[in-house]
């Protein structure tokens, strides 16, 4: 099967041949017909997180936000059979800890992260392997297209359970999304289907553009002012409820942290870089006189996807909104460098391999 592969962090990954799958006892094997481009894919290209353990080596495939059909099953799986439609979660679980057990696979004691460990090579492929298939397999609902649900990916899927479990926004609450990339127009048009007041906050006015086409209720350009905080605080009438660092980098952290007021949730979503290797200055003493919480949101638990199926099938959320563009397995190198200068806007997703 073709598959892009990495070889060397920052080159070009190698499209190529690699060896067809078989699924083990408790895993199927999934014929990819989508599959989103993510950041996160670009910080494993880079060879970022070794400090987070999940550094993808030499070898590896990437690509972690896939669905498409069953095509070859275990012996020892009892939910799914051949011909299924299904979305893989990229932060697989072992169902077996306390976490899994629980209902927090996200989670897991023994996270396996899709296309970042060499236990699970990722989906930028023509197949993927899904271990656990019982645990971190979930049926697709009629009306929810491959691409469609690869735009519900690791980034919509993270902002959704940052919103709507983890902070979480109620109708009319000021929410503030810093940095519209793909994870963060997920945000924004999320906090806008759960009634909240948006304003988003970026560097690029196109990107801007579609925070606003998105449910945006005000937008802040960083580069127009010296005090992001003071003018998103200004604009929800002296400081959100909820705040979301959608990017990952300490001043867009602070900036949402400062930018809460009294007991408002800073979200944290985007992952660092080897800039500031997971380690960010925070005012601590605002966020203890104004009682600030900080949560972080990773992915969301296979038990909850029918929460977001729900609302996109009464029209609530539009999966399709986010994605811009489709495009080849050929075309995923010219897509992660674009993403070295922040030149992509919303979530590219693979759909011809």
């Known amino acids: 099967m073709r598959a892009a592969v990495l070889r060397a962090h920052g080159e070009p990954l190698d499209i190529t041949e690699v060896d067809d799958l078989t699924p083990d006892p408790k895993g199927v094997v999934v014929e990819v017909e989508a599959c989103g481009i993510c950041r996160s894919d670009w910080h494993g290209w880079q060879g ?40 893989i979660p990229f932060n697989l679980g072992d169902g077996t800890c306390m976490q899994c057990r629980t209902g927090h696979g996200n989670t897991c004691e023994s996270p396996m992260p899709l296309g970042f460990v060499e236990p699970v090579p990722g989906a930028f492929a023509e197949e993927v392997h899904v271990p656990a298939a019982d645990h971190n397999l979930v049926h697709l609902p009629d009306g929810v297209s491959s691409v469609d649900m690869a735009g519900l990916g690791c980034r919509f899927m993270t902002a959704f359970h940052g919103l709507a479990h983890r902070a979480p926004v109620e109708a009319g609450d000021w ?16 906090a806008d289907a759960l009634g909240a007041n948006v304003v988003a906050v970026d560097l690029d006015d196109g990107k801007l553009s579609k925070a606003e086409e998105l449910g945006a209720a005000e937008t802040v350009n960083a580069g127009d002012t010296d005090d992001v905080p003071g003018a998103v605080q200004a604009l929800a009438g002296g400081g959100c409820h909820v705040s979301v ?11 949402s942290v400062l930018s809460l007021g009294t007991r408002g949730t800073h979200v944290q979503i985007g992952l660092t870089t080897s800039e500031e290797r997971g380690m960010v200055s925070l005012p601590t003493d605002v966020m203890t006189m104004k009682e600030i919480e900080f949560v972080g949101s990773l992915g969301l638990p296979p038990t909850r996807y029918d929460e977001i199926f729900r609302m996109v099938s009464r029209g609530k959320l539009d999966p399709s909104a986010v994605v811009s563009e489709t495009v080849s397995l050929d075309d995923v190198n010219d897509k992660l460098a674009a993403m070295t200068n922040f030149e992509t806007e919303g979530i590219p997703v693979i759909d011809e391999f």
């Open 48 to 87: 970022d997180w070794d400090w987070l353990g999940i550094q993808p080596q030499p070898g590896q495939i990437l690509g972690h936000e896939p669905a498409g059909h069953v095509v070859a099953v275990g012996d020892d799986v009892t939910n799914f059979a051949e011909g299924d439609h299904v979305a």
């Open 175 to 190: 929410v503030a999304v810093h940095g519209v990339g793909g994870v963060g127009l997920s945000a924004v048009h999320i």
């Open 245 to 255: 660092d959608a990017l990952g980098i300490a001043e867009t952290c602070r900036n």
